[in-house]
């Protein structure tokens, strides 16, 4: 009898754990891809913060994934390992033009500005007639900066060393450029931030071109957030609860750049296992803006040039609908800002 009562009880207590179980709800997960760099502050100090946390609930699961190129964000998501991510204009544009307007929309900016032309400060470079014969870098052939560097030498002139010329553009990456810099065997460098500062800080550059003069206002975009379509189609209460935590974060650290500069100074040493001296932090964080506006009109721009030099293909780009700022603007109108983008 006992041994009968010890089974009914022990029966029980499994009954009741497999209910339990199966009541547990089971989480959500959104897939998000940043870069550690400054340009994507927002995603960086936003994680570690909890503010992206608070405002999606704790039934939604955020799994983060580090980037280090354009190109590896698109296949993550082309290979639908990725919802949502920061990334600059160019490899959003060649994600959305290979998968014919399907893979994924544009839904916010993120920064602007922090881009520059930087010399070695012993050639004594004071003019553009002056690049004639230089080796220049920039981070890897066809992205942002490297399409800037190749339409600023063609609309001055120059011709490039496979054209004909004597000019070279080398697409090398960022820290490679540091050192080749330090050792005198490239002349200068079309980067971003905050590799801009290091340049100045560490190799004894200086900045002959701040991208800002050549756009109106100075304004164009260096990043901004991209969802897959398949995502935002299926989620738009979450992807808008991510935006007004963006714009949140985006307004705070305007607020306090000193303190922004602190929490991701030791989250770049969290991810990467270094950080840099915070006046270089804040030096990078003097030459950029942290933005919610995706800019698209420089957008719009900056793939023409990319069209002229041969990098898009033999059409023109369709860019048209690249753009999805209505969560966006929902956000904007719920807080009493004005309303981004709606001359596109």
């Not at 935002?232 to 609860?241: D, E, G």
Request: charged residues 25%; positive net charge.
């Amino acid at each position: 009898m006992l041994f009968k009562k010890c089974w009914l009880i022990l029966v029980a207590i499994f009954v009741l754990m497999v209910i339990s179980v199966k009541a547990a709800p089971k989480k959500e997960i959104i897939r998000v891809g940043f870069f550690p760099n400054i340009t994507h502050a927002q995603a960086i100090l936003g994680m570690a913060d909890g503010t992206f946390q608070k405002n999606l609930g704790k039934e939604i699961e955020i799994k983060k994934y580090v980037f280090n190129a354009g190109p590896s964000v698109i296949e993550a998501m082309l290979a639908r390992q990725l919802d949502l991510a920061y990334i600059g204009p160019n490899p959003a544009i060649n994600g959305y033009l290979k998968t014919k307007g399907t893979l994924l929309k544009i839904i916010a900016g993120a920064a602007s500005g922090g881009a520059a032309l930087v010399l070695r400060a012993d050639l004594g470079i004071k003019s553009v007639k002056q690049l004639e014969g230089l080796k220049i870098a920039s981070p890897q052939i066809g992205n942002t900066q490297d399409v800037a560097l190749r339409y600023f030498l063609k609309n001055n002139g120059f011709k490039l060393r496979e054209q004909g010329g004597k000019v070279e553009a080398i697409p090398i990456s960022n820290p490679d450029q540091l050192n080749l810099f330090l050792k005198k065997e490239i002349d200068g460098a079309w980067t971003v931030e905050p590799w801009v500062s290091r340049l100045k800080a560490e190799a004894g550059g200086v900045i002959f071109l701040d991208e800002r003069s050549l756009w109106p206002k100075g304004k164009f975009v260096t990043a901004h957030i991209i969802v897959s379509q398949t995502y935002l189609k299926k989620n738009p209460t979450r992807v808008k609860r991510w935006l007004q935590a963006h714009v949140q974060i985006t307004q705070g650290i305007n607020s306090n750049k000193a303190m922004a500069v602190k929490i991701l100074n030791r989250e770049l040493k969290r991810i990467t296992g270094s950080s840099l001296p915070d006046r270089i932090l804040t030096e990078a964080f003097d030459n950029l803006d942290l933005t919610y506006d995706p800019l698209p009109e420089s957008l719009y721009v900056s793939a023409g040039r990319a069209y002229e030099l041969g990098f898009l293909g033999k059409s023109r780009p369709d860019l048209s609908k690249i753009y999805d700022l209505r969560l966006l603007n929902e956000v904007l109108k719920d807080l009493r800002l004005p309303p981004v983008g709606m001359d596109e």
